[in-house]
Structure formats: structure tokens, C-alpha cells
């Protein structure tokens, strides 16, 4: 079975860090593309950010508003992508999905999701 | 790089067609086929329904379709169900290599 499962949501403190990880299955792990998308309460679906697989050079690319706070990793033994987000914001507060990009279709269409992992920022 | 911009809502009674807009620039929807849609049910993983404009995933009902005019792209479902009752977004890949989703469009069947 295709799956992602996204772990490491909580409550966060303002100005604090926390990594979210996805772990992925039913697929090859190695030749996806892995992005990350947030809803925050009420909101829309904002894409974060994504890394390229190890083939396309491993690069990571990232939405303005959050770039130079998160990094997005990748570790293909353990078929696993990370969300590290860094001087953590209220506005951060969201549903953080992982999605391979480009993956059964390329034209980067977000084809496979996680549930996703909760993150509140407040103090 | 500005969100796409989509109608907040929509409506349409069942049996009818509904169209949702998706209005980008050129540096997105005006140079690139690279359009998604997705379908989000509260509470569950938002859905591919749609990509390169109008390309449906193997499942998805030919109820869906989409266009493309200069820097608007377009949904469109036919004959509403219930079960279409959701929210919808675009997306597009952009000149700056990330991608942009629109503000996501609540269909309301009544």
C-alpha cells in the first residue's frame, strides 16, 4: 500500500525549532521528489517547500515566506523526508502534510499525501 | 510569489455544472501546463484530481475537467453529486522552480 505518515507535531514555544518527519512506503522512495504543504487554521494549502530525489542532484527549493527558517532533508536508507523549521511563529501554526511531487504523473502534481502532523506555536 | 487567486466560493445545485477560476500570471499559469487541482474533504488528505491542466489520474470521474486561457485555468465538474461537496485548489509550478497554490474555492452543493 502507497502510504505517508507524517510524525513530530506538537506545541511549540515562539522562537522554537521542531523537525516533522514522513515516513513512506508502497512506493520508490528514492526516485520521488518529496515536498512539504502547511494549512494553517482556516486557511489554505501553502506548499513549504521540496527536495529533488538524489538522481536530480538532492536540491532543496523553498516558498519566500519561510525560506532561511526551515530545511527539508532526506535520509533514501531509512525512506524518510524532514521538515526542520527553525525560530518557530505564531503564523507557523499549521497542518504540515508531506506529498511526493511529480512522482506518478511529473508536471508537479502533489500525487501522493500523508494525514499530516499538527504544529502549534503559542506560548 | 502571490498566491494563485480562485473564487471563495461556489455553488451549483445536483445534476448541474459549476466552473471554478484560477488566475495566475506569467510567471506561473502564463508559461507553464503545469496546473493541478485537488479536491480537500475536511479532515482527510487533499485528493489529485486534475494535473498538466486537464489530465485525470487513473479514478477520478470524467465528471472533471479543466482548461486553460493566457494566465486562468479552469475546473470544471459536471453533473454535481453530494459527495462533491468540498474544497478546491489549484496549484502551478512557477519560474522561480516552487510551486504556488490558489486560496481554495469551497463548492457548496445545495
Known amino acids: 500500500e502507497v502510504q505517508l505518515v507524517e510524525s513530530g507535531g506538537g506545541l511549540i514555544m515562539p522562537g522554537g525549532s521542531l523537525r516533522l518527519s514522513c515516513a513512506a512506503s508502497g512506493f520508490t522512495f528514492t526516485n520521488a521528489w518529496m515536498a512539504w504543504v502547511r494549512q494553517g487554521p482556516g486557511k489554505g494549502l501553502e506548499w513549504v517547500g521540496r527536495?529533488?530525489?538524489?538522481?536530480?542532484?538532492?536540491?532543496?527549493d523553498y516558498a519566500a515566506p519561510v525560506k532561511g527558517r526551515i530545511v527539508i532533508s532526506r535520509d533514501d536508507s531509512r525512506n524518510a523526508v524532514y521538515l526542520q523549521i527553525n525560530d518557530l511563529k505564531v503564523e507557523d501554526t499549521a497542518l504540515y502534510y508531506c506529498?511526493?511531487?511529480?512522482?506518478?504523473?511529473?508536471?508537479?502534481?502533489?500525487?501522493?499525501w500523508g494525514q499530516g502532523a499538527m504544529v502549534t506555536v503559542a506560548s | 510569489q502571490s498566491a494563485l487567486t480562485q473564487p471563495a466560493s461556489v455553488s451549483g445545485s445536483p445534476g448541474q455544472s459549476i466552473t471554478i477560476s484560477c488566475t495566475g500570471t506569467s510567471g506561473d499559469i502564463g508559461t507553464y501546463n503545469y496546473v493541478s487541482w485537488y479536491q480537500h474533504h475536511p479532515g482527510k488528505a487533499p485528493k489529485l484530481i486534475l494535473y498538466?491542466?486537464?489530465n485525470r489520474p487513473s479514478g477520478v470521474s470524467n465528471r472533471f475537467s479543466g482548461s486553460k486561457s493566457g494566465n486562468t485555468a479552469s475546473l470544471t465538474i459536471s453533473g454535481l453529486q453530494a459527495d462533491d461537496e468540498a474544497d478546491y485548489y489549484c496549484s502551478s509550478y512557477t519560474i522561480s522552480s516552487t510551486v504556488v497554490f490558489g486560496g481554495g474555492a469551497k463548492l457548496t452543493v445545495l
Open positions: 498538466a491542466v486537464s
Open positions: 527536495i529533488k530525489s538524489k538522481t536530480h542532484g538532492g536540491t532543496t
Open positions: 506529498a511526493t511531487e511529480g512522482y506518478s504523473f511529473g508536471y508537479h502534481a502533489l500525487d501522493i
